[in-house]
Protein backbone atom coordinates (compact mmCIF):
# COMPACT_ATOMS: atom_id res chain seq x y z
CA UNK A 1 0.00 0.00 0.00
CA UNK A 2 1.95 3.22 -1.39
CA UNK A 3 1.64 6.29 1.51
CA UNK A 4 -1.10 8.06 0.11
CA UNK A 5 -3.73 5.25 0.20
CA UNK A 6 -2.67 4.58 3.61
CA UNK A 7 -3.24 8.24 4.65
CA UNK A 8 -6.77 8.26 2.88
CA UNK A 9 -7.48 4.88 4.98
CA UNK A 10 -6.64 6.07 8.30
CA UNK A 11 -8.35 9.47 7.18
CA UNK A 12 -11.84 7.25 6.31
CA UNK A 13 -11.12 5.19 9.58
CA UNK A 14 -10.72 8.28 12.02
CA UNK A 15 -13.84 9.91 11.21
CA UNK A 16 -15.86 6.85 11.35
CA UNK A 17 -14.82 6.38 14.58
CA UNK A 18 -15.13 10.17 15.35
CA UNK A 19 -18.79 9.89 13.99
CA UNK A 20 -19.68 6.42 16.16
CA UNK A 21 -18.30 8.06 18.95
CA UNK A 22 -20.31 11.14 19.24
CA UNK A 23 -23.29 8.89 19.09
CA UNK A 24 -25.93 11.63 18.15
CA UNK A 25 -26.44 10.38 15.06
CA UNK A 26 -25.53 6.69 14.16
CA UNK A 27 -26.01 6.11 10.03
CA UNK A 28 -26.38 2.12 9.91
CA UNK A 29 -27.19 2.81 6.04
CA UNK A 30 -28.50 5.43 3.43
CA UNK A 31 -31.72 6.07 2.99
CA UNK A 32 -31.35 8.75 -0.23
CA UNK A 33 -34.44 10.26 -1.41
CA UNK A 34 -36.99 9.34 1.87
CA UNK A 35 -39.27 12.01 2.14
CA UNK A 36 -36.86 14.27 -0.21
CA UNK A 37 -34.18 12.99 1.37
CA UNK A 38 -34.72 15.20 4.74
CA UNK A 39 -32.91 15.31 8.24
CA UNK A 40 -33.53 13.27 10.80
CA UNK A 41 -35.66 14.87 13.44
CA UNK A 42 -35.41 11.95 15.77
CA UNK A 43 -38.89 13.74 16.97
CA UNK A 44 -37.04 15.15 19.43
CA UNK A 45 -39.02 18.46 19.87
CA UNK A 46 -42.78 19.02 20.37
CA UNK A 47 -42.84 21.92 18.62
CA UNK A 48 -41.69 23.42 15.27
CA UNK A 49 -42.12 26.82 13.92
CA UNK A 50 -46.00 26.83 14.17
CA UNK A 51 -46.66 23.57 14.95
CA UNK A 52 -46.93 21.90 18.14
CA UNK A 53 -47.74 18.67 19.29
CA UNK A 54 -50.34 19.05 22.07
CA UNK A 55 -51.79 15.98 24.54
CA UNK A 56 -54.31 15.48 27.03
CA UNK A 57 -54.86 12.87 29.49
CA UNK A 58 -58.76 11.75 29.37
CA UNK A 59 -59.39 9.04 32.35
CA UNK A 60 -57.27 5.72 30.58
CA UNK A 61 -56.95 7.74 27.05
CA UNK A 62 -54.23 9.85 25.87
CA UNK A 63 -55.83 12.38 23.23
CA UNK A 64 -53.20 13.58 20.44
CA UNK A 65 -53.65 16.87 18.44
CA UNK A 66 -51.35 18.91 16.42
CA UNK A 67 -51.85 22.45 16.15
CA UNK A 68 -50.70 25.22 13.90
CA UNK A 69 -50.22 28.99 15.55
CA UNK A 70 -52.87 28.05 18.17
CA UNK A 71 -55.58 26.10 16.21
CA UNK A 72 -55.86 22.54 16.20
CA UNK A 73 -55.02 20.72 12.48
CA UNK A 74 -57.92 18.49 10.93
CA UNK A 75 -56.60 18.70 7.62
CA UNK A 76 -53.80 16.01 6.14
CA UNK A 77 -52.74 15.07 3.10
CA UNK A 78 -52.09 10.95 2.40
CA UNK A 79 -48.69 9.78 4.76
CA UNK A 80 -47.43 5.67 4.15
CA UNK A 81 -51.27 4.94 2.95
CA UNK A 82 -53.57 6.56 5.43
CA UNK A 83 -53.46 10.03 7.42
CA UNK A 84 -50.71 9.95 9.59
CA UNK A 85 -49.85 7.92 13.04
CA UNK A 86 -49.49 8.75 16.67
CA UNK A 87 -47.03 6.05 18.27
CA UNK A 88 -46.28 5.94 21.85
CA UNK A 89 -43.80 3.80 24.06
CA UNK A 90 -43.59 3.59 27.66
CA UNK A 91 -40.16 4.60 29.14
CA UNK A 92 -39.36 1.16 30.50
CA UNK A 93 -39.94 -0.03 26.87
CA UNK A 94 -42.46 -2.37 28.18
CA UNK A 95 -45.33 -1.04 26.68
CA UNK A 96 -45.85 0.11 22.62
CA UNK A 97 -49.64 1.50 21.20
CA UNK A 98 -50.20 3.20 18.64
CA UNK A 99 -53.53 4.59 16.61
CA UNK A 100 -54.05 6.36 13.16
CA UNK A 101 -54.66 10.19 13.15
CA UNK A 102 -58.49 11.39 12.84
CA UNK A 103 -58.41 13.38 9.49
CA UNK A 104 -61.50 15.84 9.54
CA UNK A 105 -61.39 15.29 13.73
CA UNK A 106 -57.87 16.01 14.80
CA UNK A 107 -57.92 14.36 18.07
CA UNK A 108 -56.43 10.66 18.09
CA UNK A 109 -57.17 8.75 21.07
CA UNK A 110 -54.65 6.19 22.23
CA UNK A 111 -55.58 3.96 25.19
CA UNK A 112 -52.99 3.44 27.80
CA UNK A 113 -52.16 0.76 30.18
CA UNK A 114 -52.19 2.61 33.45
CA UNK A 115 -49.67 5.30 35.32
CA UNK A 116 -46.38 5.69 34.02
CA UNK A 117 -44.25 7.93 31.70
CA UNK A 118 -44.30 7.51 27.72
CA UNK A 119 -43.46 9.44 24.80
CA UNK A 120 -46.03 10.26 22.03
CA UNK A 121 -45.01 10.76 18.46
CA UNK A 122 -46.84 12.21 15.73
CA UNK A 123 -46.46 11.78 12.11
CA UNK A 124 -48.56 13.86 9.67
CA UNK A 125 -48.17 15.46 6.45
CA UNK A 126 -50.45 18.40 6.97
CA UNK A 127 -52.81 19.92 4.03
CA UNK A 128 -50.40 22.96 2.89
CA UNK A 129 -47.27 21.23 4.29
CA UNK A 130 -44.61 19.53 5.24
CA UNK A 131 -44.56 16.20 3.49
CA UNK A 132 -43.27 14.79 6.84
CA UNK A 133 -44.00 16.27 10.19
CA UNK A 134 -42.83 14.41 13.12
CA UNK A 135 -42.86 15.70 17.00
CA UNK A 136 -42.63 13.94 20.18
CA UNK A 137 -43.19 15.02 23.64
CA UNK A 138 -43.09 13.47 27.08
CA UNK A 139 -46.36 12.54 29.08
CA UNK A 140 -46.62 12.02 32.58
CA UNK A 141 -49.61 9.68 33.70
CA UNK A 142 -50.10 9.61 38.09
CA UNK A 143 -47.13 9.67 39.43
CA UNK A 144 -45.23 8.74 36.23
CA UNK A 145 -44.66 5.13 38.18
CA UNK A 146 -46.05 1.82 36.86
CA UNK A 147 -45.31 -1.20 35.38
CA UNK A 148 -47.40 -0.79 31.98
CA UNK A 149 -46.95 -5.03 31.51
CA UNK A 150 -48.64 -5.35 34.00
CA UNK A 151 -52.10 -4.16 32.11
CA UNK A 152 -51.59 -5.86 28.99
CA UNK A 153 -50.37 -9.38 27.50
CA UNK A 154 -48.26 -7.68 24.45
CA UNK A 155 -45.70 -10.00 23.87
CA UNK A 156 -42.31 -7.84 23.66
CA UNK A 157 -39.02 -10.25 23.48
CA UNK A 158 -35.81 -9.37 24.69
CA UNK A 159 -34.04 -11.86 22.64
CA UNK A 160 -33.86 -11.78 18.69
CA UNK A 161 -36.92 -13.91 18.36
CA UNK A 162 -40.37 -13.27 18.68
CA UNK A 163 -42.49 -15.88 18.57
CA UNK A 164 -46.29 -15.31 17.55
CA UNK A 165 -49.20 -17.43 17.02
CA UNK A 166 -48.42 -19.03 13.70
CA UNK A 167 -44.80 -17.53 12.57
CA UNK A 168 -41.18 -16.64 14.22
CA UNK A 169 -39.65 -13.98 13.23
CA UNK A 170 -35.66 -13.69 13.87
CA UNK A 171 -33.76 -10.23 14.05
CA UNK A 172 -30.79 -10.20 12.41
CA UNK A 173 -29.36 -6.55 12.97
CA UNK A 174 -31.80 -4.77 11.17
CA UNK A 175 -32.79 -6.77 9.27
CA UNK A 176 -35.84 -9.75 10.21
CA UNK A 177 -36.34 -13.25 8.69
CA UNK A 178 -39.97 -14.71 9.01
CA UNK A 179 -40.35 -18.64 9.50
CA UNK A 180 -41.99 -18.65 6.21
CA UNK A 181 -42.29 -16.52 3.23
CA UNK A 182 -43.62 -13.34 3.20
CA UNK A 183 -47.29 -12.91 1.13
CA UNK A 184 -49.00 -9.80 2.25
CA UNK A 185 -49.36 -6.54 0.77
CA UNK A 186 -47.41 -3.45 1.51
CA UNK A 187 -47.75 -1.91 4.74
CA UNK A 188 -47.49 2.12 4.12
CA UNK A 189 -46.06 1.61 0.92
CA UNK A 190 -43.41 -0.86 1.35
CA UNK A 191 -43.36 -4.88 2.70
CA UNK A 192 -42.96 -3.78 6.14
CA UNK A 193 -42.74 -0.80 8.42
CA UNK A 194 -40.32 -0.43 11.51
CA UNK A 195 -40.59 1.43 14.68
CA UNK A 196 -38.12 2.09 16.95
CA UNK A 197 -37.72 4.36 20.09
CA UNK A 198 -34.30 4.38 21.50
CA UNK A 199 -33.83 3.84 25.19
CA UNK A 200 -33.46 6.94 27.77
CA UNK A 201 -33.56 9.76 25.85
CA UNK A 202 -36.78 8.04 23.38
CA UNK A 203 -35.79 9.27 20.00
CA UNK A 204 -37.79 8.21 17.04
CA UNK A 205 -36.87 6.53 13.90
CA UNK A 206 -39.46 4.75 11.28
CA UNK A 207 -38.43 2.72 8.32
CA UNK A 208 -39.59 1.05 5.08
CA UNK A 209 -38.79 -2.72 4.46
CA UNK A 210 -37.11 -3.82 0.88
CA UNK A 211 -37.90 -7.86 0.46
CA UNK A 212 -34.55 -9.22 0.11
CA UNK A 213 -35.64 -12.19 -0.08
CA UNK A 214 -38.60 -14.43 0.16
CA UNK A 215 -38.62 -14.61 3.99
CA UNK A 216 -36.22 -11.24 4.70
CA UNK A 217 -37.10 -7.82 5.22
CA UNK A 218 -34.05 -5.37 5.14
CA UNK A 219 -34.34 -1.82 6.70
CA UNK A 220 -32.13 1.38 5.71
CA UNK A 221 -32.14 3.50 8.84
CA UNK A 222 -30.85 6.79 10.68
CA UNK A 223 -30.50 6.00 14.07
CA UNK A 224 -29.92 8.41 16.79
CA UNK A 225 -27.53 6.85 18.61
CA UNK A 226 -26.40 2.84 19.35
CA UNK A 227 -27.98 1.03 22.54
CA UNK A 228 -31.30 -0.47 23.50
CA UNK A 229 -34.48 0.45 21.27
CA UNK A 230 -38.15 -0.64 21.34
CA UNK A 231 -38.13 -1.91 17.84
CA UNK A 232 -42.00 -2.12 16.46
CA UNK A 233 -42.02 -4.51 13.00
CA UNK A 234 -45.33 -3.85 11.11
CA UNK A 235 -46.51 -5.85 7.99
CA UNK A 236 -49.30 -8.32 6.96
CA UNK A 237 -49.28 -12.09 6.60
CA UNK A 238 -51.85 -14.29 5.69
CA UNK A 239 -54.77 -11.86 5.52
CA UNK A 240 -54.15 -10.80 9.11
CA UNK A 241 -51.83 -7.43 10.43
CA UNK A 242 -48.71 -8.12 12.47
CA UNK A 243 -46.78 -6.13 14.99
CA UNK A 244 -43.89 -8.11 16.20
CA UNK A 245 -41.76 -6.25 18.92
CA UNK A 246 -38.55 -6.28 20.14
CA UNK A 247 -36.02 -4.81 22.86
CA UNK A 248 -33.30 -4.52 21.21
CA UNK A 249 -29.61 -3.42 21.26
CA UNK A 250 -27.98 -2.36 17.77
Known amino acids: ?30 DEGHHDGRTPTFAAQAAIGADALVTAVEGTDLAVWVERAGQP ?30 DGDGRTLVELPGDGTYRVVVQAAPSGGPDLLELGATVVVGDGSGAATAATD ?53 AHAELVEPDRFRFAADLPGRGEYLAALHFVQGGQPVTALFVATV
Open 73 to 102: LTDFDELHGGTGSVFVASEALDWYGEAAIV
Open 1 to 30: MNTRLAGVVLLVVGVVITLVGLGARVFLTE
Open 154 to 206: QSITVDDVWVGDDLTIERQGLDFVLSEDFDGPDTAGAPAFLVMFHAGDLRFTH
